[in-house]
């Protein structure tokens, strides 16, 4: 099978389960994974909806969209993916998620002084040597993922936007970090007016898997309150709901 036919397969399949489980978070029941299809939009985001051949499912009519966020990243054969309810407010507009995996790999410094911010940078300089290359692939992740939660993906300049790590990384105490750290740790994203009307941040998580690096960010503007969408502690493939947030399925498959 062609590489980019199998990625997204096994994306959609890790997909599907991770909107059938944030449809159940709030509408308990089955939700049939047939009865989900995951057709990309004009921007390539990709939206969830009641297949059309399928029969109505818990009240939403067959090509009805349900009001799920979804979103996928493939990388070496593996899937990572995340869903949330996600109703329209007034405008019409949906808050929206943004993930993106990447293989820890050598970041050459030509790439990273084209593509990241001075304070990207220097976060990247800073690192011990057995540091380095996860801290030049996590921003990149960030920054994907937050492109991705806009909508946009890698269509603006990537100096729109500089990220960094609020925990984690970003505190020596916590060097070196274990490989497979379970742990989803907060990022925050300074955006320019530009890409976010008016500036103003975006908060995110990343967190380790062997051999890899995984984000996922919120868009803002339906903005959750700072804080609520990353909780510490919180298990390993979940992300617990804060006061306004509702509960974010995220899934790592190969
Ligand atoms: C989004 C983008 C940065 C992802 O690139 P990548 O890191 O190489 O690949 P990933 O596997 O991490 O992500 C790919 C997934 O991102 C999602 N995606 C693509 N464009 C997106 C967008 N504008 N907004 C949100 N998500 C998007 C899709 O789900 C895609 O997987 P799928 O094609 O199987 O549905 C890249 O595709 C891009 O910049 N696209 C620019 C917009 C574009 O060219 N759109 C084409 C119109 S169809």
New binding site residues.
């Given amino acids: 099978m062609p590489k980019r036919r199998a ?2 397969l096994i ?2 399949i890790a997909a599907k389960s991770v909107v059938a489980a944030a449809l159940a978070n709030v509408i308990p029941g089955d939700w049939p994974l047939r009865a989900i299809e995951l057709p ?1 939009g ?5 939206y969830a909806r009641i297949a059309p051949e399928s029969g109505p499912v818990a009240g939403f009519a067959p090509g009805e969209r349900l009001p799920i966020s979804v ?5 070496e054969g593996h899937a990572l993916c995340a869903a949330t309810w996600s109703e329209p407010v007034d405008d019409g507009s949906r808050r929206t998620l ?1 993930i ?2 990447g293989l820890v790999e050598p970041r050459s410094r030509e790439l990273v002084a084209t593509f990241f911010t001075e304070d990207e940078q220097r976060f990247v300089r800073d690192a011990p040597p057995w540091e380095r290359d996860l801290r030049a692939n996590l921003i990149w992740c960030a920054k ?1 993922a937050v ?2 939660a806009l ?5 603006v300049d990537t100096f729109d936007l500089s990220c960094r790590p609020e925990a984690g990384l970003a505190d020596p105490a916590e060097w070196p970090l274990a490989p497979a750290d379970d742990a989803w740790r907060p990022f925050v994203a300074t955006c320019s007016p530009g890409l976010v009307p008016g500036g103003g941040t975006i908060r995110g998580v990343w967190r380790s898997f062997p051999g890899f690096v995984g984000a996922l960010a919120t868009s803002s503007g339906r903005a959750l309150p700072e804080g609520t969408f990353w909780q510490p502690g919180t298990p390993p493939g979940s992300i617990a709901p804060g006061p306004h947030q509702p509960h974010v399925q995220a899934k790592l498959t190969r």
């Avoid at 004009?42 to 990709?46: E, N």
């Avoid at 979103?71 to 990388?75: G, L, Q």
């Fill in positions: 990625d997204w994306g959609r990309s004009s921007s390539g985001m990709p979103t996928i990243s493939h990388a943004g993106d995996l994907e492109l991705k909508g946009l993906g890698l269509t």
